[in-house]
């Protein structure tokens, strides 16, 4: 079955205190993995799209990197503005098909 | 990028009434997509908005409670029909644009948070 799974549910963190945020995921035929944020009572904003195994992607504090199984979302000297839902999802399959994680819920502590 | 708007942002309806939700597009996009998210929870797909066709719903939603409009590349409606509590929920308009060959990036609207009394 294909799904998505992010790890940790929940991570708080004190400013400045480096860390990663897993997304593992079973599907055939992968086209995209994307990462988003999302702050309470918002739509989920988009972050990056990686494409194939070895890709890395940067942004600011926020470095996204892809392998055959699972992606991991770096954040180095995380502020707490940083602070957020992120979301991983992966376009598999049929064209119009995207499968979302259930969101890791970060919390960047001054 | 697509910038993506929602009206309303918010509303609060009885039970046995009906709710329109509009979705804006700043530019044309090839796919348009309407989500259910309850607080805390992830995305559920309801449908993918087909333009100038009717929507293809993912199971558990029927177009007879969530009928769904598309009449150009930029515009979608969802209807949330006959509510229930139940139905107290964010829902979600997203468009996607491809980034060449096979893949789409998703943007979102900023949600529509419906109550149900």
């Known amino acids: 079955e294909d799904q998505v799974t992010q790890s940790p549910e929940a991570l708080r963190l004190q400013e400045g205190e480096s860390s990663s945020l897993n997304c593992s995921y079973t599907?055939?035929?992968?086209?995209?993995l994307f990462w988003y944020r999302q702050d309470p009572g918002k739509g989920p904003e988009f972050l990056f799209t990686l494409y194939s195994a070895g890709e890395e992607k940067e942004k600011e504090r926020l470095k996204a990197t892809l392998t055959k199984k699972e992606s991991f979302l770096h954040i180095t000297a995380p502020k707490p503005e940083d602070s957020a839902t992120y979301l991983c999802?992966?376009?598999?399959?049929?064209?119009?098909?995207?499968?979302f994680g259930s969101g890791t819920k970060l919390n960047v502590k001054p | 990028s697509a910038v993506i708007s929602q009206k309303p942002s918010r509303d609060i309806c009885q039970r046995g009434t009906s709710l329109t939700i509009q979705c804006q597009v700043d530019?044309?996009?090839?796919?348009m997509f309407w989500y259910r998210q309850q607080p805390g929870q992830s995305l559920t797909l309801i449908a993918t908005a087909n333009q100038g066709s009717e929507a293809t719903y993912e199971s558990g939603f029927v177009i007879d409670k969530f009928p769904i409009s598309r009449p150009n590349l930029t515009f979608s409606t969802l209807t949330v029909s006959n509510m229930s509590p139940e139905d107290s929920s964010i829902y979600l308009c997203?468009?996607?644009?491809?980034?060449?060959?096979?893949?789409?990036?998703?943007?979102f609207g900023p949600g529509t948070r419906l109550t149900v009394t």
């Open positions: 999802a992966v376009q598999a399959g049929r064209i119009n098909k995207f499968y």
């Open positions: 997203s468009g996607a644009t491809g980034t060449g060959g096979t893949t789409y990036e998703q943007y």
């Open positions: 599907v055939s035929g992968l086209r995209g």
């Open positions: 530019s044309q996009v090839t796919m």
